[in-house]
């Protein structure tokens, strides 16, 4: 079974700085999925980031990037110009790629959570 | 907003009570995955239906059922309530984005059993 690690319980950053989030998983598949959710204090899980195990480059969106180590099962997530309203949960999720069709079993595994606190 | 809708959004009831949740999923989405998020379990998954059929069980009790209706709805229900079944569930859809298939979360229902 996939596991997935998130060693920070929390972390903060002043405002405009930069902060790395960590996640580790372990896996015996070569091919999967990545995801970083951030739940703000309303509770909503909504979809930061997203990675695919076969592609090299690591995804951007905005001021959020991943570092993804496929070797070392490594997959931090980097917030850059932190805002106040970065402030949240985030969340570190495994997905199996499973069969390439529809419908199959893409169930999510989170982490812990890292609680990221953002300092004016 | 996602465009999952999840009733009710809080839900108060006493041990021993039955209650059933309420998801909606996203214009075209076809499956539907329910997840559990407690303090001392955190984000788990419990149960997964695409178009009405029941396709993967996670961590759910017997306690528990879910499931999808013609209309795609799905509606999950827990019985024989126990303190420890309050928590935040959240029901997700399912697209396919460019082959990847990515799950937009709804708001949740906050269960408390008293």
């Keep these: 079974a996939q596991t997935v690690t998130q060693s920070q319980p929390e972390m903060s950053v002043q405002e405009a700085e930069t902060v790395t989030l960590s996640c580790t998983y372990d896996t015996s598949e070569s091919d999967y999925y990545l995801f970083w959710y951030k739940q703000p204090p309303s509770r909503q899980m909504i979809l930061v980031i997203r990675q695919e195990a076969y592609k090299q480059q690591n995804a951007t969106e905005n001021r959020f990037s991943v570092n993804f180590q496929k070797a070392a099962k490594s997959f931090s997530l980097k917030i850059s110009d932190s805002q106040l309203g970065d402030a949240a949960m985030y969340f570190c999720a495994y997905r199996s790629a499973g069969l390439r069709g529809g419908g199959s079993n893409y169930k999510l595994t989170f982490g812990k959570g890292t609680l990221l606190t953002v300092n004016p | ?114």
């Design chain 2, 1 to 114: 907003d996602s465009g999952v809708t999840q009733t009710p959004k809080h839900l108060i009831t006493a041990t021993g009570q039955r209650v059933t949740l309420r998801c909606s999923p996203r214009s075209g989405d076809l499956s539907v995955y329910w997840y559990q998020q407690s303090l001392d379990q955190g984000l788990q998954f419990l149960i997964q239906y695409y178009n009405g059929e029941e396709r993967a069980k996670g961590n759910i009790l017997e306690r528990f059922s879910a499931q999808q209706f013609p209309d795609l709805h799905s509606e999950l229900n827990l019985s024989s309530l126990e303190l420890g079944d309050s928590a935040l569930y959240f029901c997700a859809s399912s697209d396919r984005t460019g082959g990847v298939e990515t799950q937009y979360f709804g708001p949740g229902t906050r269960l408390l059993v008293l």
